[in-house]
């Protein structure tokens, strides 16, 4: 009977235990999750920052005398710069139509011929987007005799470049932040989890047991709840952005992503580096208390 009570005492330690290590890891992983997507946002900031950039368009006017013939080789002298992401011809008729749309189908009627000339749509590559640049690809379109007038709007540029950043910078701030407060969060959960085997540590240390000693398999044990929160963490983002893809499919064109086996990374080293800090310390603490320390 004794022997049957002690294996169903154990049975019930072990589930218990059982319990505290699931609880664990699954809270960790959740703090991972959040380092995980914040982390997804960093690394394509950039990417984010070049999507708008390069959709900011540089209009390039033709003198009124000009054919379209002139303008679509002027159009492919224009691809060949080292500058030029992408242009679009844009013919009389089209223009008109368009200024139409905007403006009202008899705008046309002061005027006895169209005034809308043929003109060129240009988007830069990103690195050109910027005050100092854009002066240098004005003066470089316009050198052409065929042009009129290369035309963009600065204050959208400067806006433009001012905000995305100022997103940069709060992103950087926010992935600091969230860092510490995930430090905390897992340091404070990996302590509840290491606490509750105190009188164990206790019983090590006055049979001669050494710190190192001591806080070996706890350390092992940190880098496996490390590696398997990490992994579940990475599990809960890929499934994220697979439902963020079925319902966001554009937000794809945004985000790079040859940048997730680098957040998978992050995740993973944060997990299991989060981890044996917090196991590091916490151990420590609890191998220095006295025997009545432990009942507190």
Not at 95 to 107: H, K, N, P, R
Not at 201 to 219: D, E, N, S
Not at 235 to 258: I, K, P
Request: charged content about 15%; some cysteine.
């Amino acid at each position: 009977m004794a022997r049957e009570g002690n294996t169903q005492e154990g049975k019930i330690i072990r589930r218990r235990l059982a319990g505290s290590y699931l609880s664990t890891v699954i809270s960790i992983s959740l703090v991972l999750l959040l380092i995980g997507a914040a982390s997804l946002l960093l690394v394509n900031a950039s990417s984010v920052s070049d999507y708008f950039k390069e959709n900011m368009q540089v209009s390039v006017m033709m003198k009124p005398e000009v054919s379209e013939a002139e303008a679509i080789l002027l159009q492919d002298k224009m691809n060949e710069m080292p500058f030029i992401r992408s242009s679009e011809f844009i013919s009389k008729e089209q223009g008109t139509a368009e200024m139409a749309e905007m403006l009202g189908a008899d705008f046309l009627s002061v005027f006895e011929t169209s005034p809308i000339p043929i003109s060129v749509e240009v988007t830069l590559k990103a690195d050109y987007v910027s005050a100092d640049s854009l002066e240098v690809v004005k003066a470089a379109l316009a050198a052409s005799p065929l042009v009129d007038e290369v035309v963009y709007q600065q204050s959208l540029v400067d806006a433009l470049n001012q905000n995305l950043s100022k997103i940069e910078t709060f992103l950087g701030i926010f992935m600091i932040l969230l860092m510490f407060i995930s430090f905390v969060l897992i340091n404070n959960t990996v302590r509840l989890n290491v606490f509750s085997k105190r009188f164990s540590i206790h019983t090590m240390k006055l049979v001669g047991a050494t710190r190192g000693f001591i806080r070996a398999p706890f350390m092992v044990q940190a880098v496996f709840q490390g590696i398997i929160a990490a992994l579940i963490a990475i599990a809960l983002l890929v499934a994220g952005m697979y439902f963020l893809r079925q319902e966001f499919v554009q937000l794809f064109e945004v985000f790079s992503m040859d940048m997730l086996l680098l957040v998978m990374g992050i995740v993973l080293v944060s997990g299991i580096v989060i981890c044996l800090v917090s196991t590091y310390f916490v151990v420590n603490k609890l191998v220095s208390l006295r025997k009545d320390d432990l009942y507190y």
